[in-house]
T-cell receptor, first 113, second 113 residues
C-alpha cells in the first residue's frame, strides 16, 4: 500500500496560473519535504516541515509556498509558474530519530504551457 | 562542504552481468548513507542504508553495498543484473550540522539483452 501519496501524478498548467500539488501520508511522520527534480538531475530540496515548523531553503524562490494543515497533508503552491518550473515534484516524509530515513511519493510531473 | 559524488553518469551492462555503481562522500564525520532507485516517471525507492556496524549491507532486489571508511565510499553492487534493474540510481548522505539529505547526481543504468 502506498504510504506517501501524491496527487495528481501529472499536472498541466498555464504560464502564470497558480497551481497546487498535494501530498498525503499514512506513516504519521512528523517531517514532510518537498523536492524539485528537473530532468537528469538530483532532487533539490525546496523546504520542509518539522511538525508545524516551516523551514525554507535559502535558494527557494518566493514563487514557491507550502502549507501543512495537519500531520497527514502537505501542499506545494506555485503562485505564478514559469516555464522553468516544469519539473517533477517529489514529496517525502521521515520520522526524526529513526535514522531519518526519507520515504518518497511517486511524484507529480508538472508541465507549464 | 558536504557532498556526494557519483562519478559515472551513465553505465550500460549486459543482462546477467555483475554491476557496481560508485559513490564517494565528503563529510566531517561518517554520515548516514543511502542508495535510492528511481524508475522513469516514478519517485525514489530506498534500496538500502548504512548507519553503523557491519560494513556490508544487504538491500532489496538483490542489491548490496559496502561502506569503506578509508576510501569514503559506499558502492552499490549486484551480482547479476536483470532487465528490470534499468533505472536511475542515487546515492545520498545525511549528517553533519544541517542534517539534510544530500544526493549525488545519479547514475543512469541501461541493461542490454
Amino acid at each position: 500500500d502506498a504510504m506517501v501519496i501524491q496527487n495528481p501524478r501529472y499536472q498541466v498548467t498555464q504560464f502564470g496560473k497558480p497551481v497546487t500539488l498535494s501530498c498525503s501520508q499514512t506513516l504519521n511522520h512528523n517531517v514532510m519535504y518537498w523536492y524539485q527534480q528537473k530532468s537528469s538531475q538530483a532532487p533539490k530540496l525546496l523546504f520542509h516541515y518539522y511538525d508545524k515548523d516551516f523551514n525554507n531553503e535559502a535558494d527557494t524562490p518566493d514563487n514557491f509556498q507550502s502549507r501543512r494543515p495537519n500531520t497527514s497533508f502537505c501542499f506545494l503552491d506555485i503562485r505564478s509558474p514559469g516555464l522553468g518550473d516544469a519539473a517533477m515534484y517529489l514529496c517525502a516524509t521521515s520520522r526524526v530519530g529513526q535514522g531519518s530515513i526519507q520515504y518518497f511519493g511517486a511524484g507529480t510531473r508538472l508541465s507549464v504551457l | 562542504a558536504q557532498s556526494v559524488t557519483q562519478p559515472d553518469i551513465h553505465i550500460t551492462v549486459s543482462e546477467g552481468a555483475s554491476l557496481e555503481l560508485r559513490c564517494n562522500y565528503s563529510y566531517g564525520a561518517t554520515p548516514y548513507l543511502f542508495w535510492y532507485v528511481q524508475s522513469p516517471g516514478q519517485g525514489l525507492q530506498l534500496l538500502l542504508k548504512y548507519f553503523s556496524g557491519d560494513t556490508l549491507v544487504q538491500g532489496i532486489k538483490g542489491f548490496e553495498a559496502e561502506f569503506k571508511r578509508s576510501q569514503s565510499s559506499f558502492n552499490l553492487r549486484k551480482p547479476s543484473v536483470h532487465w528490470s534493474d534499468a533505472a536511475e540510481y542515487f546515492c545520498a548522505a545525511r549528517g553533519g550540522a544541517t542534517n539534510k539529505l544530500i544526493f549525488g547526481t545519479g547514475t543512469l543504468l541501461a541493461v542490454q539483452p
